[in-house]
DNA sequence: CTATTATACCGACCGACGGTCTATTATTCA
DNA sequence: TGAATAATAGACCGTCGGTCGGTATAATAG
């Protein structure tokens, strides 16, 4: 095999680039080294230079997911002069559509990333992005407290909560999804909307305020979702 | 090796006792085995003779699980003339006493079945817990709903958010104990105590009760859950 | 009480896996 | 230019989950 040396920095992105799609695609047990640095056309040794293990890849891709996540929502941390209720509801907002704008990408993503296969991948980027993200809603749920919006006992609970809902919408959608009988796809739809108001009336509750506040995506968020497969586009090549 | 020819049935269950143990304590991707079946001590051949795969093996295991702790809450809902509220509370009360009542004992599970390495086991067991009592919640839920006790336009949507919340307290209790700092245990316990109040003072809000008619776990279950550990008892063998 | 079939069990063996190691080629810098 | 270091290659290793041909015991029929 030809030697091809290229620019260390350049070379590991790729390997996070050729692993991503194939664990998303394989699921992370399934998916072998084997297979990752055959996509990658790349020697072992050349993988093991730049990792030390098959886990510590996962770990790198669940870091660098979190890392490109958060950077999607500093712009709305850095605004000044929106009140907290704003800045969560514009999170919130922010978050969704980072997966709507790219409608049948995100459905790509949750069809693969919440198959039982990915259970581990997707448990470490859950964990990464925890990480990232709790603190900053922690800090804006107090804000809102000292400045009276909010009213609870336990930020560090209410964030939680926050990521909870957040991850279990993402799971039942990725459920119907995968269960994907088109003939119930409007009572699956339906369902999953009711679930989200659900969850927004929930928050506004806890929170003290009053129902409607909480705005975790306008009607039709689920809908935007679950239809963009229909129309899987000309491009299916590369 | 001599053989040994025993009841199947026994012979089924001795190899789910011994991959039980051993998963818990190694994890289900680090036990393998012949670990396992060393551990039976079988041989190969008889355990392929009882299940199909090693995931078949954690299959069942996760099945008996669920089967087993479906049955401790059975008289509560055969419980005749309970309104809904108390039936609710009565079985929240009786999954947590079931956990309580070998305080040590539900030390040990929660330490070994949080655990990173235990993962999949966990998914496992969550998911056939599940599927097993969410029709069971969401039964009472309407119910209660019918009866004008509760107040909620999705049922299924608050069950789920019950099963989140107690699986997110053993999540909680679990990290708090593997972090194990003993200095700030009290500090600990007393934010377990408050995440706990919060859940219950969240689910009053979601279904329409006066704060306080939820009960998950009287002042004290985070506590004797997690002092358990400070009395090893005597008895280390076995 | 046999003969025969079905069941429970054994353990050598297999391919694939993650990971190690030595060798070799490119790059860097004095 | 040449020595040191970084980057790459690929043969090799132990272990894993799983298969297979076979054997001992139990169940059943004649």
Partial sequence: MPRIIKHPELRREELLDHAQALFLTRGYDKASLNDVIASAGVSKGAFYHYFASKEALLEALAERFARQALAGVQNILNAPGLDPLARLNGLLAQSRQAKIETASEA?????????????????????????????LLVKIIREGVEDGTFKTFDPE??????????????????????????????????????????????????????????????????????????????????
Wanted: hydrophobic share 50%.
């Fill in 157 to 238: 609970g209410v964030a939680d909560i926050l990521m909870q809902f957040g991850m279990a919408t993402h799971d039942v959608i990725a459920k119907a999804i995968t269960a994907g009988g088109d003939a119930d796809m409007e009572v699956a739809i339906e369902a999953l909307e009711r679930r989200v108001r659900l969850y927004e009336i929930a928050l506004d509750r806890i929170l003290g305020l009053p129902d409607g506040s909480i705005r975790i995506g306008e009607p039709g968020y689920v809908r935007a979702v679950m239809t963009a497969r229909r129309k899987p586009k000309a491009d299916e090549a590369r």
């Fill in 107 to 135: 459905w790509a993503l949750f069809e693969t990333l919440f198959r039982p296969d990915n259970l581990v991948l997707f448990h470490r980027i859950n964990l990464a992005a925890s990480a990232s993200f709790s603190p």
